[in-house]
C-alpha cells in the first residue's frame, strides 16, 4: 500500500519556523520527485517546493530564501524547513510523489501563521 505521512505542521508566530516531514512507503521511492504543495482557504493548491531524483530542488518565488527542501533516500523521507514564516504561508500541505504516469498524494498537515 502507498503511504505519503505529512507532519510537522502547527501554529506558529510570524517569523516562526516550523520542520515539515513527509514519510513514504510502498513504491519505489528513489525513482521519485517528491514535492510540498498547498491550498489555502479558497484558494487553487500550488507547488512550494519539489526535489528530484538526483537532489536538484525547486521553489516557488514566493518561498525562495526561506524554505529549504531535502530528503533521504534511506529512511524514504522528505522534509521541508520553513523559516520567516509569514502569514500568507497559512495553509495545509501536503507532499506528492510523482514519476512517469504514477502520482501520489499524501493526507495535508495545517500551518497556521499568525501576525
Known amino acids: 500500500e502507498v503511504q505519503l505521512q505529512a507532519s510537522g505542521g502547527g501554529l506558529v508566530q510570524a517569523g516562526g519556523s516550523l520542520r515539515l516531514s513527509c514519510a513514504a512507503s510502498?513504491?519505489?521511492?528513489?525513482?521519485?520527485?517528491i514535492g510540498w504543495f498547498r491550498q489555502a482557504p479558497g484558494k487553487e493548491r500550488e507547488g512550494v517546493s519539489c526535489?528530484?531524483?538526483?537532489?536538484?530542488?525547486y521553489y516557488a518565488d514566493s518561498v525562495k530564501g526561506r524554505f529549504t527542501i531535502s530528503r533521504d533516500n534511506a529512511k524514504k523521507r522528505v522534509s521541508l524547513q520553513m523559516n520567516s514564516l509569514k502569514p500568507d504561508d497559512t495553509a495545509v500541505y501536503y507532499c506528492?510523489?510523482?514519476?512517469?504516469?504514477?502520482?501520489?498524494w499524501g493526507q495535508g498537515t495545517q500551518v497556521t501563521v499568525s501576525s
Open positions: 506528492n510523489a510523482n514519476w512517469r504516469l504514477n502520482v501520489y
Open positions: 510502498g513504491f519505489s521511492f528513489d525513482d521519485y520527485a
Open positions: 526535489i528530484i531524483t538526483d537532489g536538484s530542488t
